[in-house]
């Protein structure tokens, strides 16, 4: 897979999940085991709808949907999923053709990750797939009170990044992502055709 930047850009905002690293099938078997402790069993589907989201609003939405707020609280099935997605993290690879990017613009474009995850589980991702070094911006759902689709976390590393909106080049997987970017009057980028999934 060979791709370059667009014409004219002068800032790159990579998300995290899916995009730089391949973490989805470790959150989806995070969930899954949080969730198959109170009796629940979720899809794939459910997942890829609140790609982008943090962990809290998706936990929120699996005990709306599976009625379960008499069960179990929001913090206590995001613990459970947080313990098995960081047992497993250690497994998480980089997205190459994402990455190639990332290496080949390193000092030459200002970059930033602007992603919907935790800071913790974000700084372990970057830690272990070698990115670290490449960002000194990182955006992460601790940082914004407004989550994908609000272009909020985009908008945050473009002021970080001191680059307009629209010279900013995005890379996302996620649908709220990508509108999260447009509404932030950026260019974007889906990189879901770039590699395969198995989740």
């Not at 969730?35 to 997942?47: E, M, P, S």
């Not at 670290?132 to 992460?140: G, K, N």
């Not at 940082?143 to 970080?160: G, M, R, S, Y």
């Not at 649908?175 to 770039?194: C, F, N, P, Y």
């Amino acid at each position: 897979m060979q791709y370059d930047i667009q014409e004219g850009i002068k800032g790159l905002i990579f998300d995290l999940d899916g995009t730089l690293a391949d973490t989805m099938p470790y959150h989806f078997q995070g969930w899954k085991k949080a969730c198959k402790k109170y009796g629940v069993a979720i899809d794939n589907n459910f997942l890829r709808k609140h790609t982008g989201s943090p962990s809290w609003i998706v936990a929120r939405e699996v005990l709306n949907l599976y009625g379960l707020n008499d069960r179990v609280t929001v913090q206590e099935i995001m613990n459970e999923k947080h313990r098995e997605f960081f047992r497993l993290q250690h497994l998480v690879k980089p997205i190459t053709p994402v990455t190639d990017i990332v290496k080949k613009y390193y000092g030459i474009l200002p970059m930033a990750v602007g992603t919907g995850g935790h800071r913790e589980a974000v700084e372990r991702t970057l830690k272990i797939t070698g990115l670290t070094e490449y960002f000194d911006i990182v955006v992460t759902a601790n940082d914004v009170n407004a989550f994908k689709p609000d272009p909020e976390t985009f908008l945050k590393c473009a002021e970080l990044m001191n680059v307009s909106p629209g010279d900013i080049e995005v890379f996302e997987d996620g649908e709220l992502g990508i509108q999260a970017a447009h509404s932030a009057g950026m260019k974007v980028t889906d990189v879901r055709s770039w590699y395969d999934s198995d989740w």
